[in-house]
């Protein structure tokens, strides 16, 4: 009996995280894969699937979509693009379009592009993070650096709780202080053996805020912290698998 209730606690903290985050705001990511002579059709396509996002989201099927362009990408890499569907929660995600909703177009004059989908790019992975929580943020950034955390499942707590009593903090002063203007944090789920299980974004409004010198303000969000024993404690929690910088291209939310 003792073995099963330790059993039962260890998963209830795995999969609390994902509980707690599946509430929050969901993503749901595409990687692209394009060439060089494709990728001028891509950008078409993905102009027609625009319209389509837009109607989706009049329908209450999601919450926005945004496309993303992999900085310093090239054409060898897994991908280049990126679409994000954005939902209210993880339900919203499941909820199925009309009857004759995608039939509706490609009856019109986008109905040629569409057609040229598969012939533009690849699908080379699909991805579904939710959100676990963000700074108080001063506007939607045009560039974010996607940081990629492995943490093993047994620290997944540990970490997020560090991340949004250390990060969080430091970063909604960098907010204040004009350095940035976003940062998130987000739990990929369902995800591979050797996918991260966490990903924060940090967000910028142009390259001149993304190359600005930081601050050393850290001693005054965190008062009294030893910084070479959160240094330990921060690497023993997690390890950067990645970093990326993405462009957006193009977006459309509900007005």
Known sequence: MKHFTKLTALLIMAVLPFTIAAQNPTVVLEYMKVTQESEG???????????????RI?????AGWQLWRK???????PYQYITVNWYENY???????PEGFFE????????????????????????VSHQIAQAENSGNPNLIVVNRMQVKPNNGSDYVKMELEVFKKLHE????????????????WPYD??????VTVDGYTDAAQLTAENQDYAAEVLPGMNMDELSEKILKLRKMESAE???????????
């Open 91 to 97: 339900a919203q995600s499941f909820k199925p379009a």
């Open 173 to 188: 002063e960098g907010i204040r202080r004009g350095l940035r203007s976003h940062w998130g944090i987000w739990s990929n």
């Open 193 to 198: 053996k050797d996918q991260a299980a966490y």
């Open 71 to 77: 900085v310093h990408a090239g054409y060898n890499d």
């Open 104 to 127: 509706a177009f490609m009856n019109g004059e986008d109905s040629e592009i569409l057609n040229q989908t598969s012939a533009s790019r690849v699908l080379a992975h699909v991805e």
């Open 41 to 55: 059709t891509y950008l078409q396509v993905e102009q027609a699937w625009k319209k389509i996002h837009q109607k």
């Open 245 to 255: 910088i993405w462009e957006l291209v193009d977006a459309v939310f509900p007005e």
């Open 58 to 62: 009049e329908e209450g099927l999601s």
